[in-house]
């Protein structure tokens, strides 16, 4: 019999609406794969076994009524940030220690609506602070790629390192993800996955626990760009319990996706050629507008002047809401306590021990910016400064273009505990240099696998949209994905 | 913000000090919880007096996740109040977080609004009697959440947290620095406590803690620059309001006659001992990180919106007090008794409408009012309904009864009920009006005391002595002004 794991999402849901196979046996076969890898791979922080079998089993009995949703059947793994009624949700970290809250958050009821079984909870970054999933309390996950002929271990990107992991390794057919400045296509870049942010606004923030409210954005990570289609269509929609979620409806997605790029104008923006960025990128970010063009697209140079001043005003507008949005995490309500000697005392022995130095430092960072004398020179001065960058992309669009082509990141996956990195924040934060933009301007971006570096690690082009036009990225990035060609799954070593 | 000065000094109102005379400046933030049935942004119940914690959401609770959705009706309330405080209506107002930490503020941060409130600059009229009429600025009000209640005195080591209230809807309304007395600003409160319950956008029981005031006093030489201020918090009655500002004023007098300056602080007072204490110093005072709420939307609305509201505005004590004086000729003094509650003044609209007003309004205020304030009786609980007092007032205008009688009459309405013009027939209590009758016992007394008809001619002010007699031969039921009439023509008086 096939190894289930290793179809395709679309595969897999359509093998089982067909009765080829049953979402128990699925179910059965992620769930042993999980357990054979996770010791290695440290994706899922928490593994639902059960709920999953008995989810893939009601699944099945709609399935025998002629019933199911379009993920009916489907089992996937959900990023530890979403919460999931009576589930582990700790934003892997340690002040949430013991958290199953009582409620379930939009998108995975979307998700659980449309028939999806859940696998487990998925590894992280700590409230999604990071870009190599080392922060996150229950220890760092391993990328599923490993350089040619080595066995370093290495990063796969974070924050939502655990979901690209998972979906890279086999560990789920599909995950859900968020993005706050790249967590979405900087891991999916690094594992050779299909990872897309959607609009702000398009997929509730209902139930996920909060970075940065204002660039948050929940999004899948999946094996092939129709993966991706397939479960943000299913994630997302309007909710009226988000005042920031669109009301808009959500376009058949997976209709788009064969839809071609003829006729389309890809822009390239100049400001995305770093100094010292590896040669490989470069010639890959070529290799793609030649592959757009080859089928119909037409190229065209833009600018987006204010690019080099994203990731500074980012660091500070997402610390100031992350320092907002953490104090509710204060021993007093549920968590991790750490009691002293009166209540300033709790507070500050529960968040001294519950959160991790990234946490920590990005409180202090916000906590710094929003300070009365230093508001106006950074928060305010951030906040004209994100205007500008959405008015680059608002100004490049007006002027015809469809999409703009980017690299995904400045390199391909790097090791864990990598010293330099770890010596100096800012070259950890650089990571997102090209993804950061896309959140500032609240706009939809795409990560497609597209080559591989010298040492046969993938690596990703970016693709960023007009908002609400997720559509055009998928077509985009179908193209991208076909003409790449390649095979983006690990050699499994675990 | 520029303090304008907006008064003259009044001689009356100023303090002797051992170094000449003091002048108080007063301004008000009065917290009115608005009057919905759910909290700001959660659908809990508003309810007052339930079990601690049972109208807590999980955005009330703050679980991770939970997101705020403003509710529509509480920023009805707001825009009605501010129309009926002759305000601006902000278009676009912003919601902002006050961030620090407490243990009843369980996100760590305050919903509320800071530089763009929902409603800018109003105004109050407040009746100060021999001293005319003065206007007080409104500065703005602001729709913010409230916070939940630490209850510290359940256990030796820990308090507890109950959340009913948090995140229930106040407006802070905040004066400009225009009152320049503890009786002004006694009348403020009771103004705006009586405008907000016309308006029925707050309940105003203050002991309940649906309105309470921080009050800001500072103390200057008449008409000189204002002085440092010190801020009174939570001022829960009128009465203290007036005590803690005479107190507070003295307390800073005694400090400047001496030599010293007033700090800047938060202080709070005490009722039991009419002093105030110092909460905390201008140093102390924390850093709020005031920022906009990612989580929210500027809180938008169109001319149509607020025409609607004005539309259906209810008539206000001012527009109600001139309204009675030019339609039922009442004095100014009596119109501002009943407008002084609405539900007075609805009550004496029923009595007065068709009727005499004066007579009305002296039966209301007199008889009733006086009634009802003897037994602690609420006009809308008044055994006497306004039908019946206006067929006691009926029956005085046609001269059916004496005003004597009629106070019998409303005795008797008051305990037994009734129609009031039934009683009267059933009762005898109707006058004699019949001037054969009258006549008949007049000839009576004359023939029956001689020596008093003789003596009446010297000295008419015996008259009264023969009424006095008709009045009694006839259990007082008689038409005075008949006796009057038949008794002078037959004693040849005229």
Redesign the interface.
């Given at each position: 019999m096939t190894d289930l794991t290793r179809l395709s999402l679309k595969d897999l849901r359509d093998g089982i609406a067909r009765k080829d196979f049953t979402s128990l046996e699925a179910t059965d076969a992620y769930v042993g794969a999980i357990e054979a890898a996770n010791d290695k791979l440290n994706a899922y922080v928490a593994v639902t076994a059960d709920q999953a079998r008995a989810m893939a089993k009601a699944s099945d009995e709609r399935i025998a009524k002629g019933e199911g949703g379009a993920l009916e059947g489907v089992p996937l793994g959900i990023k530890d940030l979403?919460?999931t009624k009576g589930v582990h949700?700790q934003?892997a970290s340690h002040i949430?220690d013991g958290?199953k809250?009582?409620?379930e958050?939009t998108v995975t009821a979307n998700l659980w609506g449309d028939g999806a079984v859940m696998l487990g909870k998925l590894n992280m970054d700590e409230f999604a602070m990071g870009s190599s999933n080392e922060t996150s309390y229950y220890g760092p996950v391993v990328n599923p790629w490993r350089g040619a002929g080595g066995n370093k271990d290495l990063v796969p990107g974070g924050s939502s390192g655990g979901s690209a992991a998972a979906v890279s390794a086999w560990l789920c057919a599909g995950a859900t993800a968020t993005d706050t400045g790249g967590s979405i296509r900087q891991p999916a870049a690094f594992t050779g996955t299909v990872g897309i942010k959607p609009t702000y606004g398009r997929c509730s923030?209902?139930?996920?626990?909060?970075f940065?409210?204002?660039l948050d954005q929940a999004g899948p990570i999946a094996r092939t760009v129709e993966d991706s289609a397939i479960l943000l269509q299913s994630m997302a929609g309007f909710d009226?319990?988000?005042?920031?979620s669109a009301e808009l409806a959500v376009p058949d997605f997976a209709a788009a996706v064969e839809r071609g790029v003829k006729g389309l104008t890809i822009g390239v923006p100049k400001e995305y050629r770093m100094d010292g960025m590896p040669e490989e990128i470069e010639t890959l970010w070529h290799q793609g507008l030649e592959w757009l063009k080859a089928e119909g697209a037409t190229v065209k140079d833009i600018s987006l002047p204010h690019t080099k001043y994203a990731l500074p005003a980012y660091y500070i507008v997402a610390p100031?809401?992350a320092?907002?949005n953490?104090?509710?995490y204060?021993g007093?309500?549920?968590g991790l306590r750490v009691s002293g000697k009166d209540?300033?005392d709790l507070?500050e022995l529960t968040r001294a021990e519950g959160f991790g130095r990234e946490v920590k430092r990005r409180v202090m960072i916000g906590?710094y910016v929003?300070?009365?004398g230093y508001?106006d020179a950074y928060?305010v001065r951030a906040q004209k400064v994100r205007t500008l960058i959405k008015k680059d992309f608002e100004d490049a669009f007006a002027g015809g273009v469809d999409a703009i082509l980017t690299p995904a990141t400045p390199s391909a996956a790097f090791g864990i505990a990598d010293q330099d990195l770890h010596a100096d924040p800012v070259k950890m934060y650089l990571n997102d240099i090209f993804t950061v933009t896309v959140n500032m301007a609240g706009l939809p971006g795409i990560a497609v696998p597209a080559g591989k570096d010298g040492q046969g690690l993938p690596l990703g082009l970016q693709l960023i949209g007009k908002p609400f036009d997720e559509e055009t990225l998928f077509a985009a990035g179908r193209v991208i994905e076909k003409s790449a060609g390649q095979d983006f799954t690990p050699e499994k070593w675990w | 913000m520029s303090i304008v000065d907006t008064r003259t000094p009044n001689p009356k109102y100023f303090i002797a000090g051992a170094t000449g005379d003091w002048e108080m400046v007063i301004g008000m933030e009065v917290h009115a919880q608005v009057t919905s049935e759910a909290k700001l942004f959660s659908g809990s119940s508003t309810e007052f007096g339930r079990p601690p914690n049972s109208n807590v959401s999980?955005v009330d609770?703050?679980?991770?996740?939970?997101?705020?959705?403003?509710n529509d009706e509480c920023v009805r309330q707001a825009v009605r109040t501010g129309l009926g405080l002759k305000a601006k209506i902000n278009k676009r107002s912003v919601f902002d977080?006050k961030?620090y930490?407490y243990?009843d503020l369980?996100?760590?941060?305050q919903i509320s609004q800071y530089k763009d409130p929902i409603v800018g600059e109003g105004k109050v009229l407040l009746d100060l009697g021999e001293d005319g009429e003065v206007e007080i600025g409104i500065e703005r009000l602001h729709l913010e959440q409230d916070a939940g209640k630490s209850i510290h005195d359940q256990h030796p080591n820990m308090?507890f947290?109950d959340l009913n209230r948090s995140g229930v809807a106040l407006m802070e309304i905040v004066s400009k620095p225009d009152l320049r007395s503890s009786d002004e600003a006694k009348a403020y409160l009771s103004k705006l406590r009586t405008i907000l319950r016309y308006l029925g956008t707050c309940d105003g029981n203050m002991e309940q803690g649906s309105m309470r005031a921080d009050i800001n006093v500072s103390v200057r030489r008449p008409g000189g620059e204002f002085g440092t201020r010190c801020e009174i918090k939570n001022v829960n009655s009128v009465r203290f309001a007036g005590q803690a500002i005479e107190y507070e004023a003295r307390r800073q007098i005694d400090i400047l006659e001496d030599g010293g300056v007033i700090d800047q602080e938060t202080r709070l007072f005490d009722p039991k001992s009419g002093q105030t204490r110092s909460m905390r110093s201008k140093e102390e005072a924390h850093?709020y990180?005031?920022?906009p709420d990612?989580?929210?939307?500027p809180l938008e609305f169109d001319d149509a919106f607020i025409d609607e509201l004005a539309a259906h505005l209810p008539e206000l004590p001012d527009e109600k007090s001139a309204r009675f004086i030019e339609s039922y000729g009442i004095s100014h003094y009596d119109a501002s008794v009943l407008v002084a509650d609405r539900d007075s003044a609805d009550f004496f609209e029923s009595v007065a409408k068709g009727r005499d007003g004066k007579l009305a309004a002296n039966w209301v205020i007199n008889e009733l009012f006086g009634r009802l304030n003897k037994d602690g009786t609420a006009v809308t609980d008044s055994p006497v309904s306004a039908d019946q007092l206006g067929g006691i007032v009926d029956l005085i205008s046609k001269g059916e009864i004496s005003g004597k009688i009629a106070k019998d009459l409303f005795e008797i309405v008051w305990s037994e009920g009734g129609d009031p013009a039934k009683l009267v027939e059933e009762r005898g209590m109707k006058q004699v009006s019949d001037t054969g009758a009258i006549e008949k016992i007049v000839d009576e007394i004359i023939a029956g005391n001689p020596d008093q008809v003789e003596k009446v001619k010297d000295k008419p002010g015996l008259l009264g002595w023969f009424v006095g007699q008709v009045m009694k031969q006839t259990g007082g039921k008689a038409n005075p002004q008949a006796v009057n009439e038949i008794l002078k023509a037959k004693l040849g008086l005229e």
């Open positions: 979403f919460a949700t934003a949430l958290f809250p009582e409620y958050s923030r209902w139930g996920i626990v909060a940065a409210s204002s009226p319990k988000d005042s920031t100031a809401e320092s907002s953490l104090a509710r204060d007093v309500k549920y209540i300033t507070y906590t929003l300070s009365a508001y928060y | 999980f609770a703050a679980m991770p996740g939970m997101l705020p959705v403003i977080r961030n930490f243990p369980p996100q760590g941060y308090s947290v850093d990180r005031y920022f990612p989580d929210l939307l």
